[in-house]
């Protein structure tokens, strides 16, 4: 009897210093995460898509262009929402719905540009890729 009390405390000190044993999986956060200027960002996404969706030259020119176009807007409003925080400032109701306008028919504008440089089975690639990112942003703020 005695020994079947050390097999059982010995088998649960046993299973239980396997848990510890395990591997963990290291979680990445945006602390952790490299800086890259907007430029290697545009780059960097210049290359997925080309990969993804097998642009031809005349095409990574032209989705290269309207980026870097994109770009530039999009640095141009961080820099104006950084200049009215500085200044203790935030965007009233009316300046935020301007803002939302601005930015919808920049995609409205991304999406014409798009199935305008793209075939059509490149452009239905592209909208999946875009909705598989926004389920993954969807997933990673849950």
């Keep these: 009897m005695k020994t079947m009390k050390t097999l059982i405390i010995a088998l649960a000190l046993g299973m239980s210093l396997t848990g510890f044993a395990q591997e963990t999986t290291k979680v990445t956060n945006k602390a952790n995460t490299e800086k890259l200027t907007p430029q290697q960002r545009q780059e960097k996404h210049l290359a997925h898509l080309t990969k993804e969706l097998k642009l031809d030259t005349k095409q990574k020119e032209a989705v290269g262009k309207m980026l870097a176009e994109k770009s530039d807007k999009a640095q141009n409003l961080k820099s104006q929402k950084a200049d009215r925080r500085q200044n203790g400032q935030k965007l009233t109701p009316d300046e935020k719905e301007v803002l939302k306008a601005k ?4 995609k409205e504008d991304t999406e014409i540009r798009m199935k305008a440089i793209l075939t059509a089975d490149q452009y239905a690639k592209w909208q999946t890729l875009r909705e598989e ?7 990673k703020k849950s």
Excluded at 133 to 139: D, F, L, S, Y
């Design 103 to 106: 930015m919808k028919a920049e």
């Design 133 to 139: 990112k926004k389920e993954k942003i969807i997933a």
